[in-house]
Protein backbone atom coordinates (compact mmCIF):
# COMPACT_ATOMS: atom_id res chain seq x y z
CA UNK A 1 0.00 0.00 0.00
CA UNK A 2 1.46 3.60 -1.43
CA UNK A 3 1.69 5.83 1.81
CA UNK A 4 1.13 8.78 -0.14
CA UNK A 5 -2.64 9.89 -0.64
CA UNK A 6 -3.92 7.84 2.22
CA UNK A 7 -5.34 8.55 5.77
CA UNK A 8 -3.71 7.90 9.05
CA UNK A 9 -5.21 7.45 12.41
CA UNK A 10 -2.61 7.66 15.22
CA UNK A 11 -3.12 7.45 19.10
CA UNK A 12 -0.98 8.53 20.93
CA UNK A 13 0.37 10.66 18.08
CA UNK A 14 1.19 13.94 20.11
CA UNK A 15 4.37 12.46 21.68
CA UNK A 16 7.07 10.24 21.35
CA UNK A 17 6.93 7.41 18.78
CA UNK A 18 3.71 8.62 17.58
CA UNK A 19 4.71 12.01 16.72
CA UNK A 20 7.64 10.40 15.11
CA UNK A 21 5.04 8.28 12.84
CA UNK A 22 3.06 11.01 12.24
CA UNK A 23 5.62 13.71 11.00
CA UNK A 24 7.04 10.89 8.64
CA UNK A 25 3.52 10.01 7.29
CA UNK A 26 2.85 13.29 6.12
CA UNK A 27 6.36 13.74 4.89
CA UNK A 28 5.65 11.08 2.37
CA UNK A 29 1.96 12.39 1.51
CA UNK A 30 -0.32 10.99 4.36
CA UNK A 31 -2.56 12.92 6.32
CA UNK A 32 -2.69 11.95 9.76
CA UNK A 33 -5.39 11.94 12.53
CA UNK A 34 -4.33 12.39 16.23
CA UNK A 35 -5.54 10.60 19.00
CA UNK A 36 -4.46 11.82 22.41
CA UNK A 37 -4.56 13.25 25.71
CA UNK A 38 -2.03 15.90 25.67
CA UNK A 39 -4.09 18.68 24.02
CA UNK A 40 -1.11 21.24 23.71
CA UNK A 41 1.10 18.86 22.27
CA UNK A 42 -0.99 18.05 19.48
CA UNK A 43 -2.78 21.20 18.81
CA UNK A 44 0.61 22.46 18.24
CA UNK A 45 1.63 19.10 16.38
CA UNK A 46 -1.71 19.99 14.31
CA UNK A 47 -0.86 23.21 13.75
CA UNK A 48 2.69 22.78 12.66
CA UNK A 49 1.96 20.13 10.34
CA UNK A 50 -1.33 21.94 8.85
CA UNK A 51 -4.08 21.08 6.90
CA UNK A 52 -2.83 17.24 7.23
CA UNK A 53 -3.29 16.52 10.29
CA UNK A 54 -6.11 17.23 12.43
CA UNK A 55 -5.99 16.51 16.38
CA UNK A 56 -8.41 14.87 18.39
CA UNK A 57 -9.10 14.62 22.29
CA UNK A 58 -9.51 10.81 22.86
CA UNK A 59 -9.42 8.27 25.49
CA UNK A 60 -8.49 5.12 23.61
CA UNK A 61 -11.07 3.33 26.04
CA UNK A 62 -13.65 5.40 25.37
CA UNK A 63 -16.33 3.53 22.81
CA UNK A 64 -18.74 6.36 21.60
CA UNK A 65 -15.77 8.74 21.75
CA UNK A 66 -13.41 6.57 19.65
CA UNK A 67 -16.51 6.17 17.25
CA UNK A 68 -17.56 9.33 17.04
CA UNK A 69 -14.24 10.60 16.02
CA UNK A 70 -13.15 7.89 13.10
CA UNK A 71 -16.93 8.78 11.51
CA UNK A 72 -15.45 12.07 11.15
CA UNK A 73 -12.29 11.23 10.04
CA UNK A 74 -13.37 8.77 7.35
CA UNK A 75 -15.94 11.94 6.31
CA UNK A 76 -13.31 14.72 6.84
CA UNK A 77 -10.49 13.38 5.20
CA UNK A 78 -12.58 10.28 2.99
CA UNK A 79 -11.40 6.96 4.54
CA UNK A 80 -8.98 5.38 6.90
CA UNK A 81 -6.90 3.51 5.82
CA UNK A 82 -3.92 3.12 8.47
CA UNK A 83 -4.67 2.66 12.19
CA UNK A 84 -1.19 3.08 14.37
CA UNK A 85 -2.26 2.64 18.22
CA UNK A 86 0.80 3.91 20.14
CA UNK A 87 -1.16 4.87 23.09
CA UNK A 88 -0.02 3.02 26.44
CA UNK A 89 0.91 3.74 29.73
CA UNK A 90 2.88 2.44 32.36
CA UNK A 91 3.21 0.82 36.30
CA UNK A 92 5.99 -0.29 38.32
CA UNK A 93 4.60 -2.90 41.52
CA UNK A 94 5.48 -6.12 42.25
CA UNK A 95 2.78 -8.72 42.10
CA UNK A 96 3.81 -8.81 46.08
CA UNK A 97 5.78 -6.44 48.05
CA UNK A 98 7.17 -8.45 50.75
CA UNK A 99 8.55 -5.18 52.50
CA UNK A 100 5.42 -3.78 52.72
CA UNK A 101 3.78 -6.84 53.04
CA UNK A 102 1.23 -6.02 50.30
CA UNK A 103 0.33 -7.40 46.91
CA UNK A 104 -0.41 -5.62 43.30
CA UNK A 105 -2.85 -3.11 43.66
CA UNK A 106 -5.60 -4.47 41.50
CA UNK A 107 -6.91 -1.11 39.92
CA UNK A 108 -3.71 -0.36 38.94
CA UNK A 109 -3.19 -3.84 37.49
CA UNK A 110 -7.09 -3.38 35.45
CA UNK A 111 -5.86 0.54 34.56
CA UNK A 112 -2.41 -0.44 32.82
CA UNK A 113 -4.72 -3.62 30.65
CA UNK A 114 -8.01 -1.72 29.85
CA UNK A 115 -5.49 1.38 28.32
CA UNK A 116 -2.98 -0.89 26.86
CA UNK A 117 -5.22 -4.26 25.86
CA UNK A 118 -8.47 -3.13 25.38
CA UNK A 119 -7.51 0.19 23.99
CA UNK A 120 -5.61 -1.03 21.77
CA UNK A 121 -8.51 -3.38 20.46
CA UNK A 122 -11.21 -1.20 21.02
CA UNK A 123 -9.65 1.34 18.84
CA UNK A 124 -8.56 -1.86 16.34
CA UNK A 125 -11.63 -3.02 15.71
CA UNK A 126 -13.42 0.24 15.26
CA UNK A 127 -10.99 1.16 12.56
CA UNK A 128 -11.43 -2.18 10.80
CA UNK A 129 -15.10 -1.64 10.67
CA UNK A 130 -14.52 1.56 8.74
CA UNK A 131 -11.42 0.36 6.62
CA UNK A 132 -14.46 -2.87 5.68
CA UNK A 133 -16.76 -0.10 4.51
CA UNK A 134 -14.27 1.34 1.44
CA UNK A 135 -13.05 0.26 -1.48
CA UNK A 136 -9.61 -1.73 -2.46
CA UNK A 137 -6.89 0.68 -2.43
CA UNK A 138 -4.63 -2.86 -4.15
CA UNK A 139 -4.82 -4.91 -6.98
CA UNK A 140 -4.54 -7.97 -3.69
CA UNK A 141 -8.18 -6.15 -2.56
CA UNK A 142 -6.57 -4.97 0.49
CA UNK A 143 -8.34 -1.96 2.40
CA UNK A 144 -6.43 -1.10 5.67
CA UNK A 145 -3.42 -2.02 7.61
CA UNK A 146 -3.43 -1.90 11.42
CA UNK A 147 -0.29 -1.43 13.57
CA UNK A 148 -0.70 -1.88 17.11
CA UNK A 149 2.32 -1.19 19.66
CA UNK A 150 3.67 -4.03 22.18
CA UNK A 151 7.54 -4.07 24.05
CA UNK A 152 9.82 -6.51 24.85
CA UNK A 153 8.27 -6.76 27.97
CA UNK A 154 5.76 -8.66 26.30
CA UNK A 155 8.49 -11.53 26.09
CA UNK A 156 10.74 -10.91 28.92
CA UNK A 157 9.27 -8.24 31.12
CA UNK A 158 11.65 -7.32 34.16
CA UNK A 159 10.59 -7.07 37.85
CA UNK A 160 7.98 -4.93 38.84
CA UNK A 161 6.17 -4.95 34.92
CA UNK A 162 3.89 -7.51 35.58
CA UNK A 163 0.70 -5.32 34.40
CA UNK A 164 2.64 -3.41 31.57
CA UNK A 165 4.19 -6.88 30.42
CA UNK A 166 0.63 -8.88 30.41
CA UNK A 167 -0.70 -5.46 28.40
CA UNK A 168 1.81 -6.19 25.57
CA UNK A 169 1.87 -9.95 25.76
CA UNK A 170 -1.99 -9.72 25.23
CA UNK A 171 -1.26 -7.27 22.35
CA UNK A 172 1.09 -9.80 20.80
CA UNK A 173 -1.08 -13.05 21.31
CA UNK A 174 -4.08 -10.89 19.69
CA UNK A 175 -2.12 -9.96 16.65
CA UNK A 176 -2.48 -13.04 14.07
CA UNK A 177 -6.03 -12.92 15.55
CA UNK A 178 -6.79 -10.11 14.37
CA UNK A 179 -5.28 -10.84 11.33
CA UNK A 180 -7.40 -14.32 10.64
CA UNK A 181 -10.17 -12.22 11.64
CA UNK A 182 -9.81 -9.41 9.28
CA UNK A 183 -8.12 -11.31 6.16
CA UNK A 184 -11.65 -11.55 4.26
CA UNK A 185 -12.26 -8.13 4.13
CA UNK A 186 -8.61 -7.00 2.68
CA UNK A 187 -7.06 -5.44 6.20
CA UNK A 188 -3.65 -6.46 7.59
CA UNK A 189 -2.45 -6.52 11.05
CA UNK A 190 0.76 -6.12 12.63
CA UNK A 191 2.68 -5.42 15.65
CA UNK A 192 5.93 -3.69 16.39
CA UNK A 193 7.79 -4.50 19.11
CA UNK A 194 10.06 -2.04 20.45
CA UNK A 195 13.16 -2.11 23.03
CA UNK A 196 14.55 0.45 24.58
CA UNK A 197 13.71 3.62 22.05
CA UNK A 198 15.11 7.47 23.23
CA UNK A 199 11.77 9.17 24.52
CA UNK A 200 12.11 12.66 26.30
CA UNK A 201 11.45 10.13 29.49
CA UNK A 202 15.39 8.91 29.36
CA UNK A 203 16.36 12.61 29.29
CA UNK A 204 15.61 12.44 33.04
CA UNK A 205 17.69 10.20 34.42
CA UNK A 206 20.86 10.20 35.39
CA UNK A 207 24.12 9.78 32.94
CA UNK A 208 25.15 6.77 34.75
CA UNK A 209 21.85 4.77 34.48
CA UNK A 210 21.54 6.12 30.92
CA UNK A 211 24.51 4.83 30.22
CA UNK A 212 24.11 1.27 31.35
CA UNK A 213 20.67 1.03 29.70
CA UNK A 214 22.81 1.77 26.34
CA UNK A 215 25.33 -1.07 27.18
CA UNK A 216 22.61 -3.12 27.72
CA UNK A 217 21.44 -3.51 23.95
CA UNK A 218 23.62 -6.00 21.59
CA UNK A 219 24.53 -4.09 18.34
CA UNK A 220 24.29 -1.11 17.94
CA UNK A 221 25.25 0.08 21.67
CA UNK A 222 22.82 2.95 22.20
CA UNK A 223 19.01 3.27 22.71
CA UNK A 224 16.60 3.30 19.66
CA UNK A 225 15.06 6.90 17.81
CA UNK A 226 11.59 7.20 17.31
CA UNK A 227 11.92 7.75 14.11
CA UNK A 228 13.21 4.49 13.66
CA UNK A 229 9.77 2.66 14.89
CA UNK A 230 8.24 5.30 12.14
CA UNK A 231 10.54 3.88 9.07
CA UNK A 232 9.44 0.79 10.45
CA UNK A 233 5.76 1.71 10.49
CA UNK A 234 6.19 2.81 6.67
CA UNK A 235 7.68 -0.22 5.76
CA UNK A 236 4.57 -1.92 7.07
CA UNK A 237 2.38 -0.06 5.75
CA UNK A 238 4.08 0.01 1.94
CA UNK A 239 4.93 -3.82 1.65
CA UNK A 240 1.90 -5.96 1.49
CA UNK A 241 3.47 -9.05 2.63
CA UNK A 242 4.14 -8.32 5.60
CA UNK A 243 1.05 -9.83 7.90
CA UNK A 244 0.25 -11.29 11.17
CA UNK A 245 3.92 -10.11 12.77
CA UNK A 246 5.59 -9.20 15.85
CA UNK A 247 8.46 -7.50 14.59
CA UNK A 248 10.76 -6.96 17.84
CA UNK A 249 13.21 -3.67 16.85
CA UNK A 250 14.73 -3.67 19.56
CA UNK A 251 19.21 -3.89 18.67
CA UNK A 252 19.23 -7.30 19.97
CA UNK A 253 18.38 -6.81 23.60
CA UNK A 254 17.16 -9.17 25.49
CA UNK A 255 15.63 -8.24 29.25
CA UNK A 256 17.28 -9.07 32.44
CA UNK A 257 15.29 -9.67 35.26
CA UNK A 258 16.22 -6.54 36.44
Given at each position: MELKG?????????????????RRYVDHGARVAIL????????????????????Y?????????????????????GGIHICNN?????????????KKDEPHPLDVFRRVLD???????????????????????TEDGQRGVIINTAS????????????????KGGVIGMTIVIARDLA???VRCNTIVPGLIHTPLFDTLPEHIFTALENTVLYPNRLGKPDEI?????QIVENDYINGECIRMDGGIRMTPR
Open positions: KVALVTGGASGLGEATVDMNDERGEALASELGDAVRYNANVVDEDRVAEIIADVAKEFYAGIGSAAKTYNAVNLIGTFNVARLAAQQMAKQEPVVAGYEGQIGQVAYSASQVGAMLSQ
